[in-house]
Every structure is written in C-alpha cells, then in structure tokens.
C-alpha cells in the first residue's frame, strides 16, 4: 500500500503530463531563417497550426511519441517524433530547400491557397520591369500611355481603374496611391520599386480584407521588399530604340541572422519606338538595413529615391493615322511629358510580445514632385495656341500603421485575432491645372491651391479554425478631413469638409477534402473622392461604397493541376470619372459588375510549367436605359498565361500570351475600343557566376493599341470637332539582351 501510495502521484502525473503539455517550436531554412506560415500537423490528435512570422509556433494537447508533420512549399516535408526534451525546452526544426513540386501542394495546409498563384509565378516568371509587378496579379492588366514615365492605367475586375482609383496598392505599408492628385484622385506610379528587391506580392480581389481601406474596391495589391539578396548582383540589358538598363544589387554586411543591411540601384533610358524620341530616364536607388534585436524584436529602416523625366507623343486620333497626317508613331503634338520624383523613408518596428501575440508597426514619410504636360483635345478650346494643360504639384505624405495579432485557442478552437490602426495626412502645395503653351509658357491657370486631406482608421477580425471550416468577420472604420485653400478664390477662404465610414465584411471557407478549398466572401469597400470635388459639393457623395460578393473554389483534381475559379459580384454606389483637362470628377451613377475568374497552373514535370488566367465580366450603368449603359473602357474578356521552363540544364524561360477583348468606349457602345493579342519570350542561360537573357516583346510584330479614349477632338486643319478613339501604339517588335555577374 504504501509504494501504491508513492506510484499513484508519479502514474497520474505522467499521465497529466501527456494529456496537457504544450509544445513550442520555431521552423528555420538552412540559412537560420524564420520560416512563416509553415504547416505543422499532429497526425495522432488530426490538430494542426501555422508558425508565425519569426518562426514559432504553439501547439497543444502534445505527447511524448507524437508524431508531428512539418511542410512547406518550397522545402522538403519533415517528419519527427517528439521526445520529453522537445516538449520541456522546446524544440527548432530545420526544413531543406528543394525545388518546387506542385504534386507536394496540399491546399487544406495553406494559409491562403490563392496567394499560391503568386508565389508560383514569381519562382517560375521573375520579373524585371516594375511594370510587370502588378501583372503578377492573375486577371490584372496595365497599359502606358505617356511616355514611360507616367503611372500605368489599370483594368481589373470590369474596371477601367485609370491609374489606381479602384485598386488600393502599397509597398513595405508604405501606400503608393496618391489622394487628390494633380492627374487623377487615386495616381498610383509605382516606377520607384526596383523590380529584382520584391520578395513577396500579397493580393486580394474585392473589398474582403481588414487592413485594406480607400481604393480598395476592385482590389488591392501589397509589395513587400527583401531583406538580402541571395547573391551581390550587377546587370546591364540594352535592346531596341537605343534602350539601356543597369541594376546592381549588393548585401553591405556579412551574411548574418542578426542584421542585414542592402543597397540596390537602377538606371533606365530608352527613346521607345516613336519618330519624336522618348528621352525617357528614370534613376532608383533604395537601401534597407534590418536587425534582430532579440528573439523577439525586430526593426527595419529603408529609405528609397527615384527621379524620371520623359517626352511623350500623347494619344492620336484614328483619322490621322487614315489619312495619312501621321504614322501610328506620329504625333500631333509632340510637347507632351513630364518629370518626376519621389523619396521614401520608412520605419518597420516588429515584436513578438507573447508566444501568440504579435505586434508590428511602420511609420513612414515620403516626399514626392510631379508635373506633366498633355494634350488631349489639340485645338479644341483653343485654335490659336492649342489645348496643351499642365498639371502639377508637390507632396509631403505622413502616416503610420500599427496592427495587434494574437492567437488564442479555445477547447478545439483555434482563434485569430487581428486588429489595427493607421494615419495618414497629405500635404500638397501647387496642386494646379493650367493651360500652357510649348512647356514655357502659362496661358490660364483652372485650378490652383493646397490640399490637406487626411485618414485615420481601426479595423478588427477574428478567424475562428474549426479545423476544416474558418469563419472570419470583420469590421472598419474610416475618417477623412478634407481641406482646400483655393489660391484663385476672393477673398481668401478655407473650405474644409469631413466624413466618416463605417464597413464590414465576412470571409467563409470550408476544406471538405484535402485538395478542394471552398470559399465564399462578402464585403462592403469605398473609394473616396477628390479633395477639390469633395469641398465643392459641400460634402456630397464623399464616401460612395461598393458592395461585393466572391463564392468560388480552389481545387487540385490531379496532383500537377492546381484550378481557381470564383463567380463575383461588384456594385458601386457611385462611379468617378476624372475629366482631366478640366480637373473635374465627374460622377457617373450606380454600377453593377458580374463575372468569371479562373485561373489554372499546370506543372508537367520538374521543369516545364503551364498557367493561364481568364476573367470575364459583364458591367453596367445602373441607372440608364438599355443601350445606353455600357461602362466606358470596362474590359470584357481577359486573359494572359504561357508555357515556361525552369532550371532545365541551367536554361529557363518561356513564351507568354496576353489578351484583351473589345470593349465599349462610350455609354451607347457607338465606338469601340479593339481587342488585341500579343506574344512575348524569353530565354535565361546562367553560366557558373554569369547570367544571360535575351527577351522579346510583340514576338510577331502585332499592330496593337496598348490605350484607347473616344475623345473630342479637334485637329488645326479640321473647322469641326470629331469624336473617334484616340489611342497610344503598343510596342512592336521589340528585341532586349542583357548580362547578370553575381558574386
């Protein structure tokens, strides 16, 4: 009895033991990198968690001989069986690189099974213009129509977003889309990104996330840049239309888990394939140093600078090109272009406050210049000197993000909570529109004035895990104050305006098998208008809000096919249409969007990979008649994919396809802007510490309209006004070869 008595605290304690320890853990590559989002799996108790952005992770209900599956995409999947030492101290577990499979994908184990596109196609399809970053996002096009050095439009979605109004994008927090702009409320260039520093491109179609606010209706995409660079990098690439471009990438410190510290540069030039030469160029310099202060404090400083200055031949009529006034690569007014600059600082503060509890937090300031010249109409308003407008300003940008993530778990439950707050102010100085002549000389100033407009706003989400379905509401909160002092109003005044929003939204998803995720989303969003706009109409129609609906499936029904296909909703309270000659937002009524994405990736053997993206979408005008409700420009078929090859006897590569339907370009559909498909190439051998590329735009020479307006316009010859499309010429045949040393 009396050794009975002695066992029993030693067998129930074992016992408690077993059924109640917690493992903590930390998953690291073979450089003693944090790992993040790595799955790790209980196979006894069928639980599972993801690690967080250092690395660590928490699971419960562990026991000695447990066997426990790590995995993530990329490295080789660990198996390991866990010991009393692991569960007392802890335990690190090491993954190996190894070359991407997309038979190993198990989409029950991602975080975000979508985002796996992404990560994909930057393995696959690197990239190397800033252009092309945001045609990373599956079903997002961009067409130039200035020159090079202007902000890119965008469709997404059924929209023609113009530069940015209905796509909220930011870089390392940093927010790229500029409110109230001299050329568009919403301009977003993101030509200041060296394309070889992004690591990883975050996205999300429709207004389903909590951390996305203004713009954010359509979609929203988030660069985040590199800490180091896997090799010190300098590459020169020289093509067609005396194009020339120099990258060098370089780690400052010794290769360290502790602190990092990089310097990256880029100079472009090219004159483009116009009889009045481009003169474009554009210099990008960033540096970022970041250090571990501990095991659970990390912060980063970054600075960034970008200049460019370019020429432009604007957008042509078609009856000039027809009767023979002009080539496709003429120009009617060859005055157009611009020049401008932006200077970037940021400061990102990340800690691990608990095991589950993280908090981080960027506060950043940029300095930005613009000024542009167009010339939309010819001689339209003026046949003497002609319609040439200028528009410009300067821009001192403020603001910060905080967020609170914390997981909790509850009997079976795991929880995620996230919450958030953010600021940010813009002060703009000369934010002006004038009529001008040949650059020099200013006829007419229409708008002229200082802006201060600024953003606060909270969100909060909680992501409920019950193992095979994830319920997440959410809920934001948005203020704006809206400042205008108009320097052409007697006597002086300040107009000032504010308002207030409130949105929700709820993501629902359910893994019925290991390899079929189902998703269903909905969502309230908003893009905000003008600050000018907003001050005029004494505060009406400040806040229009869209409403959206996603329910779609990601699915692997073999193991090399990875499908997405989503059937969506999007409706606008009210549509903005900036005229920008007149330096007005016209607002054009309630609008509804319904369409198709799909998306496929396809994985032959280790080497040879097959994707496509296509999207349809049928948009209208709500409140006009019949016949009379197209959305000007809003695409109707896209699509864009290819057949690329990667690491196969040290050649990768591909051919890559991207298409755009017709579309119509006025309300009655009396004008339509044409469709175009064109093919492009690419070929990279690399060669002990050598890289060499050679790359093909337009690989068939296709005459292609890249930007299309049904404009008014009047040439110097015409007595009447004619409106016709106006368009800029895609790119023809267009040859570039380039070489990387990296050491």
Do not use: C
Request: proline share 3%; net charge negative.
């Amino acid at each position: 009895m009396k050794n009975l008595l002695i066992l029993l605290p030693l067998i129930f304690g074992v016992y408690g033991y077993a059924q109640n320890q917690t493992l903590k853990g930390k998953v690291v590559d073979n450089y003693d990198t944090p790992l993040s989002e790595a799955y790790v799996y209980n196979v006894r108790t069928d639980t599972h968690t993801h690690t967080l952005e250092n690395g660590t992770f928490i699971l419960h209900n562990i026991q000695i001989g447990d066997t426990l599956t790590v995995r993530l995409l990329g490295f080789e999947t660990k198996k390991l069986i866990l010991k009393k030492e692991a569960i007392d101290n802890g335990i690190k577990i090491l993954l190996e690189d190894k070359i991407f499979q997309l038979d190993e994908l198990v989409l029950k184990q991602e975080v975000n099974p979508l985002q796996l596109i992404n990560k994909l196609d930057m393995k696959v399809n690197p990239v190397n213009s800033s252009q092309e970053l945001l045609l990373k996002v599956p079903g997002l096009f961009i067409g130039q129509h200035a020159g090079g050095g202007k902000a890119e439009q965008i469709f997404l979605r059924g929209f023609d977003v113009d530069h940015g109004t209905d796509v909220s994008i930011s870089v390392d927090g940093i927010p790229v889309n500029m409110v109230s702009h001299a050329h568009g409320q919403g301009y977003a260039d993101l030509h200041f990104i060296i394309p070889e520093t992004i690591d990883k491109i975050r996205f999300g179609k429709g207004s389903y996330t909590a951390d996305q606010g203004n713009f954010n209706t359509a979609g929203y995409v988030a660069f985040k840049t590199k800490e180091s660079f896997t090799d010190n990098e300098i590459k020169v690439e020289a093509g067609d239309f005396n194009t020339l471009r120099t990258v060098g990438l370089f780690n400052l410190l010794e290769a360290s888990k502790k602190e990092n510290a990089t310097l990256a540069m880029e100079y472009l030039e090219s004159d483009g394939p116009f009889e009045s030469p481009q003169n474009f160029n554009r210099i990008n310099i960033a540096g970022k140093y970041t250090a571990q202060l501990n095991d659970n404090t990390k912060l980063s400083l970054a600075a960034s600078h970008f200049t460019s200055r370019w020429d432009a031949s604007g957008q042509i009529p078609n009856r000039a090109v027809a009767q023979g006034i002009i080539s496709r690569f003429g120009a009617i007014d060859d005055t157009e272009g611009g020049n401008t600059s932006r200077t970037n600082f940021n400061v990102t503060y990340n800690k691990f406050i608990t095991d589950n509890s993280t908090f981080k937090t960027n506060v950043f300031y940029t300095l930005y210049d613009f000024e542009l010249y167009s010339n939309f109409t010819f001689f339209l308003n003026d046949p003497i000197n002609g319609d040439q407008i200028r528009q410009k300003e300067h821009r001192n940008l403020f603001g910060f993000n905080s967020t609170y993530s914390s997981r909790k778990y509850w009997d079976q439950v795991e929880l995620e909570f996230n919450s958030g707050i953010g600021l940010r102010n813009d002060a703009i100085k000369g934010n002006e529109l004038s009529r001008t002549v040949n650059r020099n000389e200013t006829l007419e100033n229409v708008s002229l004035g200082n802006i201060n407009e600024t953003n606060a706003n909270a969100f909060a989400d909680v992501t409920l895990d019950f193992g095979k379905l994830k319920v997440t509401p959410i809920v934001r909160l948005d203020y704006f104050k809206y400042t205008y002092e108009d320097a052409l109003l007697t006597p002086f005044e300040i107009q000032s305006e504010t308002k207030a929003i409130v949105t929700s939204k709820l993501r629902v998803s359910y893994d019925p098998t290991d390899n079929l995720h189902l998703f269903a989303k909905s969502g309230i969003g908003f893009h905000g208008n003008d600050t000018r706009v907003v001050v005029a109409q004494k505060g009406d129609q400040v806040l229009p809000k869209s409403y959206g609906i996603d329910i779609g499936a990601s699915w692997k029904p073999i193991s090399k096919v990875f499908l997405n296909s989503t059937l969506w909703y999007l409706g606008l309270e009210q549509e903005f249409v900036y005229v920008g000659d007149e330096g007005i937002v016209e607002p054009s009524g309630k609008t509804r969007r319904v369409g198709i994405d799909f998306s496929g990736r396809y994985q032959i053997n280790d080497w040879l990979f097959l994707d496509s993206d296509v999207t349809y979408t049928h948009a209208r005008s709500i409140e006009a008649p019949d016949g009379e409700d197209y959305i000007p420009l809003a695409p109707k078929v896209t699509a864009a994919g290819g057949i690329s090859i990667e690491d196969f006897h040290s050649f990768s590569g591909g051919i890559r396809y991207r298409y755009l339907g017709d579309r119509a370009a006025t309300e009655n559909n009396s004008i339509v802007a044409e469709g175009y498909t064109v093919i492009d190439m690419s070929l990279n051998y690399k060669w002990k510490q050598f890289d060499f590329s050679v790359s093909i735009e337009n690989l068939f020479d296709t005459e292609w309209n890249e930007t299309q307006f049904a404009t008014e316009s009047r040439l110097a010859n015409e007595a009447q006004s004619e409106e016709e499309i106006h368009f800029t010429p895609g790119t023809p045949f267009f040859a570039k070869a380039g070489i990387t040393y990296r050491f």
